[in-house]
């Protein structure tokens, strides 16, 4: 029997149509994270801006398809527009899938040929990260004009935003059923996108993973002392801390999804499909909550809402 969806008085937008992108599948995932961020936004402790697009970057890609990157969508000039979606403040500057960001406010970004030739993962990571919190500093302050390369000409444009909850995401071509939260994105792999029967389950998975980001769980774990991989992460203290924000992360997250409208009765289904597969430690070992504990939370969390007053 499903468990009764409480429902606001003002109808959730439904989530923005894709105005350009060079792929689907991110599309459709930068489309739920959106609306999860924008209709959320009065459960954040701050905002960020948003504008309704994605980025891509030459070093991203492998070795052999940077040539291949860099002639068709000039890659080694700047981020990459991969996604565009429409009815958001990206798409109202006119900013398209394929334009190559060149300027903010008449500064020049590095270009992505630079940020490539880093060998390091982690040292390109946070530079890339650092070329697209430049647009976001700059977007708290207004209006920005921005410059950008389309089909080998300059052109420019004024791009606003939008607050809403700290919504960034990127999907990883991986065979890995996973998602996870680094503090500063949320990662979805391609194969757990193909693992999610709807949009349903997968706004459950963002909206946890968003969850982890907005309430900065990565950082207070890092405080703490917890490590964010290997053994020692589930022993000890180490283990209950982290158990902890997985509690705090499945609790609001069920919130995000129901505020954006997404059937939260999707959760427990997914949680059953995806634990009875892929999760299969005794709960010694564990740092996140069981099955039977993940659908107690879930089931507290749309009680709790089917009793609380109609949200706007």
């Not at 009815?87 to 970004?109: C, F, N, S």
């Not at 000890?236 to 919130?255: C, L, M, P, Q, Y």
């Amino acid at each position: 029997m499903s468990l009764p969806v409480p429902q606001a008085q003002a109808q959730p937008l439904p989530a923005p149509l894709v105005a350009s992108t060079l792929r689907e599948s991110d599309a459709r995932v930068a489309a739920i994270a959106y609306r999860l961020a924008r209709m959320g936004k009065a459960l954040c402790p701050e905002t960020h801006p948003l504008t309704g697009m994605l980025f891509h970057h030459l070093a991203e890609y492998g070795l052999a398809d940077r040539a291949l990157m860099i002639e068709r969508y000039a890659l080694n000039r700047g981020p990459g527009i991969l996604t565009v979606l429409a009815d958001t403040p990206a798409a109202r500057a006119g900013l398209k899938a394929g334009d190559v960001l060149l300027t903010i406010g008449g500064q020049p970004l590095t270009s992505g040929a630079v940020i490539a030739a880093e060998a390091k993962r982690t040292v390109w990571r946070k530079r890339v990260e650092a070329e697209e919190a430049r647009l976001e500093a700059a977007l708290r302050q207004g209006p920005v004009p921005l410059k950008v390369l389309r089909a080998g000409q300059s052109i420019e444009v004024t791009l606003d935003s939008e607050p809403g909850c700290y919504g960034k995401v990127r999907l990883a071509r991986s065979t890995q059923v996973n998602a996870f939260a680094s503090g500063s994105t949320v990662i979805m792999t391609t194969a757990m996108l193909d693992f999610l029967k709807s949009d349903d389950e997968v706004a459950v998975v963002l909206g946890h993973e968003l969850s982890h980001n907005i309430l900065k769980h990565p950082d207070l774990l890092d405080d703490q002392g917890v490590p964010r991989k290997g053994i020692f992460r589930g022993i000890g203290k180490n283990a209950s801390r982290v158990w902890k924000t997985e509690e705090e992360a499945d609790r609001f997250g069920i919130r995000l999804v129901w505020r954006a409208g997404y059937d939260v009765n999707a959760a427990i289904p997914f949680w059953r499909r995806y634990l009875g597969r892929y999760d299969a430690l005794p709960q010694i070992f564990r740092t996140h909550p069981s099955l039977s504990v993940r659908e107690r939370i879930t089931r507290e969390e749309i009680a709790a809402l089917a009793q609380a007053a109609p949200t706007p």
